[in-house]
């Protein structure tokens, strides 16, 4: 009987199975015929083909141009001739202009006056923080918090989208591996792993789930690619790498962020391997549009285009202008060239009209998405941009970004939190009580006088017993000593000293390239002083690069790496200094010991004669060839254990996904987050591979005496690189896996993938 039963239930079980996959097939079904995104991009196309049935070449061609605006009394403001452009149809995009009411008149002139309505789209720089400031960029990922990465941009898009901006040209995803080189600021360190999340999450961040609402903006990737790679670190140098590099290092980050669904990619100033970025179709069609199927926009960089003549590339305008349309840049920034020098071409047949039709209709495409045909005004909302800026909520958001971007670097003796009734503290540097600083590079519309400096930041901090001395003691570059005097005198008479020096704010950034990693001016002499005190001392280091500064980490008590972190540095940074907040940030960039170590990052390749004791091996002659601090690296005041790291099984197949567990305690006295990181090394393939390389972490919170396991997980994914044949593969063998506190700090154990060679699709 009980059998009857069971066969009965099983069938009727199967039956409701069956009648449930039906029905799940019916409705994919009619969604598949009736699929939203699909039907509107039916409309989309439907309309962008009407309208551009009814344009002249010169109104096609003048969709194909962004101009700057002009500083004036006002502000930045078009001119009268652009003016007119607008009128005719003669330009896309302009630049650097804000506020919602005059980019409302602009958008007037092109909907009403030119004869057929197409929209502006707006452009601006909003890279970390628009009138809201937030660390910059390098800084927010040494957080290795990619939601709180999101956030900070989509508090950004919010401000500039209300300020009448529809487009930013963020985020800058350029791998760097020299610190000379200033715009690495601007980016998000070393490692293809960790800037590939980063950038995924910035596209999100600012483009949020749907373009055509109001408090977002239009993302760029940029600069494609390897403008990092710049030779000796100057910008808009040559680089030259080789495919294997390029395609492992510097295009995973901007392939993560296509993925992302990013709208817009801008060409880099640079030439590679011989070609200027804004003339390789390679990269730009064939890689880009072909193989990672980009649909959105290519702009170039500001007059990039023309630069091409000083390249050496084309003899005239009307040459290089040719090179960019074919190779894929869609839209000229700044030179006019495409307005001005590529119709000829047409008439004379050098350039395809379906090849300027693609351009305009990439353009037309962006301004659609961005909700700009329905209601070209509703980014010109006045109210709207009072009540948004510098609102109490984002404030908030930049103070606790601010604390999660600090890196600890050194803490002896457990100095630090300090108390908030300490006797007498000294704030020494020039950097201190700066306003100025604190914005960093491309910072939009802040305004200095929104930043809270760390002065005041201490000063709100301590109890009202605690006597505060300060003085800059010298500037951040010059040659005056003047102040050395009166800076000895508040240390001796102090219990603790803090030492704020560092860089100003444009000594990093585009154009900002430098020759040494030593702090500048005499700073260096007021360090030495100030340690010959004898005092404890707290250095506070803010900057824009990593910095040479061996023997005064050596001397200082402790070191915070601040970077420049917004319009909240002062009350973030005395959050950390005073125990509020627990640090957790970790480096994203090795920190060398000297220049002459330039380049070191931790993924480098091994040598036949890696660096030990013996003479003949590869290291220097006077320092070891370990950096000052490696990548991932960053204290707490609370301690770390690692233990009994441990993966499900030592064998895998190609259909297999590796579990790795690690168990993770909070030793010390008080919670603390900890950023676990995971690395993984092929020791013997192929093609030589780095000794270590990031493929996964985790940010864990726990209170002082909590243990937690870790999980991980590896895929095929994880393992593949390029081969000699440039086949993205998975070879047969031994893999190591590294688990720990920071690139050199690990625990190991290894594992062995047995299947046959995989061939993986290239673009995953």
């Known amino acids: 009987m009980r059998r009857t039963v069971k ?55 003048g969709q194909l141009n962004q101009f700057p605006g002009q500083r004036t009394e006002d502000g930045i403001r078009v001119s009268k ?39 502006l789209i707006i452009g601006y720089d909003v890279i970390h923080g628009f009138r809201t400031i937030f660390p910059v960029s390098i800084a927010e990922a040494c957080s290795w918090d990619p939601e709180a990465v999101e956030r900070s941009a989509r508090i950004a898009a919010t401000e500039a989208a209300a300020a009448g901006i529809h487009w930013t040209f ?63 670190g100057r910008d808009y140098n040559t680089v030259d790498v080789s495919e294997r590099t390029l395609h492992e290092i510097y295009l995973p980050p901007f392939h993560a962020a296509v993925n992302a669904g990013v709208g817009t990619v801008m060409g880099g100033f640079n030439e590679i391997n011989g070609i200027p970025m804004h003339a390789n179709r390679y990269l730009l069609t064939e890689i880009l549009r072909g193989k990672w199927d980009f649909n959105g926009l290519v702009i170039s960089d500001y007059n990039a285009i023309a630069e091409m003549l000083v390249h050496g590339i084309g003899g005239t305008r009307e040459e290089v202008g040719l090179l960019a349309l074919k190779a894929g840049v869609d839209m000229d920034m700044f030179s006019g060239i495409y307005l ?50 510098l609102h ?67 000063k709100g901090a301590v109890l009202p017993e605690t006597k505060i001395f300060h003085t800059k003691g010298c500037d951040v570059q010059g040659e005056d000593s003047s102040g050395f005097e009166y800076a000895i005198k508040i240390a001796k008479q102090s219990d603790i000293i803090i030492l704020v020096l560092g860089e100003s704010r444009f000594m990093s950034g585009e154009g900002a390239s430098r020759s040494t990693l030593d702090l500048p001016g005499l700073q260096n002499e007021l360090a030495k002083i100030i340690i010959n005190t004898g005092k404890p001392v707290i250095l506070i280091l803010v900057n824009g690069r990593p910095l040479s500064v061996s023997w005064l980490v050596e001397k200082a008590h402790a070191v915070l790496e601040t970077w420049f972190l917004g319009i909240q540095m002062g009350p973030a940074t005395a959050d950390v200094l005073f125990g509020d907040y627990n640090p957790s940030g970790k480096l994203v960039v090795s920190f060398p010991r000297t220049v002459g170590q330039i380049p070191i990052y931790y993924n480098h390749k091994n040598t036949g004669r890696p660096p030990t004791e013996q003479r003949n091996t590869s290291k220097y002659l ?68 780095p000794v270590k390389e990031l493929r996964g972490f985790q940010r864990v919170t726990l209170k002082a005496g909590e243990k937690t396991k870790v999980y991980f997980q590896l895929t095929m994914n994880d393992l593949a690189f390029y081969n000699l044949n440039m086949k993205r593969v998975v070879e047969p063998g031994s893999f190591k896996v590294f688990v720990g506190t920071n690139s050199e700090d690990v625990l190991v154990t290894q594992f062995e993938y047995v299947g046959d060679l995989l061939i993986l699709n290239e673009n995953r």
């Open 7 to 61: 066969i009965k239930l099983t069938e009727l079980t199967q039956i409701i199975i069956f009648i449930v996959i039906i029905q799940i097939n019916m409705i994919l079904i009619v969604y598949a015929q009736n699929d939203p995104s699909q039907n509107n991009m039916k409309l989309m196309d439907e309309f962008i083909e009407n309208l551009m049935s009814r344009m002249t070449i010169e109104e096609k061609l």
């Open 81 to 119: 001739e652009h003016v007119e452009y607008i009128k005719k149809g003669y330009v896309g995009s302009f630049l650097s202009i804000a506020g919602a009411v005059y980019l409302g008149e602009l958008q007037r002139f092109a909907v009403e006056e030119s004869r057929l309505g197409i929209p």
């Open 170 to 232: 963020a985020p800058m995803v350029d791998i760097a591996r020299d610190p000379r080189w200033g715009r690495i600021v601007e980016g998000s360190g070393e490692d293809p792993y960790l800037g590939s999340i980063m950038a995924a999450a910035r596209v999100r961040g600012f483009q949020g789930e749907d373009l055509s609402k109001p408090n977002t903006l239009l993302a760029c990737a940029k600069h494609f690619v390897a403008y990092g790679g710049a030779e000796g």
């Open 340 to 389: 001005n020098n590529i119709k000829g071409f047409v008439k004379n047949g050098k350039l395809s009209q379906k090849i300027i039709d693609k351009a305009v209709q990439r353009v037309l495409r962006a301004k659609y998405q961005l909700g700009l045909f329905e209601d070209p005004y509703e980014y010109n909302n006045p109210q709207r941009e009072r009540d948004i800026l």
């Open 392 to 458: 109490p909520v984002h404030l908030e958001f930049a103070r606790e970004m601010a604390c999660k971007s600090i890196v600890l670097l050194k803490n002896e003796n457990n100095i630090l939190p300090l108390r908030k009734n300490t006797g007498k503290i000294a704030v020494i540097g020039p950097l201190a009580d700066d306003k100025d600083a604190p914005l960093g590079s491309w910072s939009a519309l802040g305004d200095p006088n929104d930043v809270k400096t760390i002065m005041a930041g201490i």
């Open 622 to 689: 006077e320092l070891p060839s370990s950096p000052l601090f490696p990548f991932g690296y960053g204290l707490s005041y609370t301690a770390f254990e690692y233990n009994n790291l441990n993966i499900v099984h030592d064998k895998i197949g190609a259909n297999d996904t590796l579990f790795i567990s690690v168990e993770l305690e909070n030793i010390g006295k008080r919670t603390g987050c900890e950023v676990v990181q995971l690395y993984i090394q092929d020791p013997c393939a192929s093609v030589t591979r």
